[in-house]
């Protein structure tokens, strides 16, 4: 039996009979690991609850007991009222238990006619039912391969998705199967004073803001144009796992071999060409900010790019129809059923925004929207200007405003060393506009992707920008 669901159906089998009777009759007292009450904390945040119900973890002991007593009041129909609320709960029960392997004590209801296998739900998915083993990363993270039933959905859409997915926990990203190998490389990477990583998630702005960053750090007078592959000079920090199918799994950067004459290439192309660049290195990433260099963040700087879930699906539906590395073949519509099932690499997309969000007042950090860099790119020019400390004159920054302009980057794409992964019919660089959504987006998709939305952003704040 699956402790993860077993507790999640106890809790909530308590709530709704508490609820209704008002008395507490027949409340469940856990015996909890202090690592799952930590992941059931935020639960209350759900429902603006005050009252404090979990309790503070005891130092002296590896467990807890408690009894959710206030959920009979408003915290329990408002914090799980909701589908999304249920998912949620079983989503980071799961990831913990993943990461802890640890397992939840239930001491029995009061109610003697509710037993354990009357409370078991169905088995957990194919993705936690895989037979592969599981890998412990050097970042804490297991490594869950995903199970055929995934995999064959996976492959309907996505025809050159050959060589499998896993899932990791905590947080439960889908990455290509293969990234467990490069993980701790890129997890122990070396992080100096000087380096800024953009990071985001896919079809965000990044190269827009990769650019941008390059440009202030390294050349605003434009000097240097015309210049190399923007991948040469901010090198993708996962590159290596982003290749396939299996034929081109062995792939290296042409530059390689000119910066790391010596380099060995099964020791990682990216990080030993990353030594050689010149400082302040800019990196690319779409990894989730816990799955990077522990120090990226209290050593370097991160510039973090968010962009409204619609444009991005329809931007990333473009892209992925017309990379010869992905080739989707479904619809718009099966696709943005994809992305909100946390069915693409690097998702789930919330989640990735949700650890930058939490941080976006770290002194490190720089959260901005795609969408405030189209409405008045000027002033996020100049905010972006003092988070780097370029210092740049007016001058220099209409520069770079011009240089790093949509026409302008759309007119150099094979500069940018984009055309080889194309389709023929296809252009990396699409529309770029904010609000683009509203000509390719159906009512009904329109509906679903705000139902979701609604769903996940309970927890980012009035200040958050993608509220509906």
């Not at 997890?187 to 390059?214: A, C, H, L, M």
């Not at 992964?421 to 509203?438: L, P």
Request: glycine share 6%; with cysteine.
């Amino acid at each position: 039996m699956n402790h993860v669901y077993v507790l999640h159906k106890l809790i909530i089998l308590n709530w709704e009979r508490e609820r209704e009777t008002g008395k507490g009759e027949g409340q469940v007292i856990l015996k909890c690991p202090n690592i799952i009450i930590e992941l059931l904390r935020p639960i209350a945040s759900l429902s603006n609850c005050s009252c404090n119900c979990f309790p503070r973890v005891s130092e002296a002991s590896s467990h807890t007991s408690f009894t959710p007593t206030c959920l009979r009041d408003t915290c329990g129909v408002a914090a799980f009222g909701t589908t999304k609320a249920r998912n949620y709960l079983i989503t980071r029960l799961h990831t913990g238990l993943q990461q802890y392997n640890g397992t939840v004590i239930l001491e029995p209801p009061k109610n003697p006619t509710e037993t354990h296998a009357d409370l078991s739900l169905p088995q957990p998915g194919a993705e936690m039912t895989s037979q592969e083993p599981v890998v412990t990363l050097g970042s804490g993270h297991k490594a869950v391969p995903i199970g055929e039933e995934d995999m064959t959905r996976l492959l309907r859409n996505f025809p050159t998705f050959t060589d499998g997915a896993s899932r990791l926990y905590p947080g439960r990203w889908l990455l290509l199967k293969g990234f467990k190998d490069v993980a701790d490389r890129i997890y122990n990477f070396k992080i100096r004073d000087s380096d800024v990583v953009v990071v985001t998630f896919p079809k965000s702005g990044t190269t827009w803001s990769q650019e941008v960053v390059w440009s202030m750090l390294h050349d605003p007078d434009l000097k240097g144009a015309p210049r190399s592959q923007l991948m040469d000079r901010a090198p993708y920090l996962e590159m290596e796992v982003d290749q396939w199918p299996t034929e081109i799994k062995s792939f290296v950067p042409p530059l390689f071999t000119a910066m790391c004459p010596e380099g060995d290439a099964s020791k990682g192309t990216v990080v030993q060409m990353l030594e050689k660049e010149r400082e302040p290195r800019v990196i690319k990433t779409h990894l989730p900010l816990s799955l990077l260099p522990p120090d990226a963040i209290d050593k370097g700087k991160v510039v973090y790019v968010a962009r409204n879930p619609k444009d991005l699906v329809a931007s990333f539906y473009d892209y992925s129809r017309t990379q010869k590395r992905l080739q989707f073949q479904g619809s718009l519509a099966e696709f943005a059923d994809h992305f909100m099932r946390d069915e693409l690499r690097y998702c789930p997309y919330w989640e990735h925004m949700r650890e930058a969000w939490q941080k976006r007042n770290h002194p490190n950090l720089h959260f901005i929207f795609f969408e405030d860099l189209k409405k008045d790119p000027l002033r996020e020019y100049r905010k972006l200007d003092a988070f780097l400390g370029t210092k740049l004159s007016e001058e220099q920054i209409a520069r770079v405003m011009e240089h790093t302009s949509f026409s302008s980057m759309k007119a150099r794409n094979e500069a940018l060393g984009k055309d080889d992964q194309i389709i023929s019919e296809g252009n990396f660089f699409r529309v770029g506009q904010a609000g683009s959504w509203k000509e390719k987006l159906t009512p009904e998709l329109e509906r679903k992707i705000d139902e979701w939305t609604k769903e996940n952003i309970a927890d980012f704040g009035g200040d958050f920008k993608y509220f509906i």
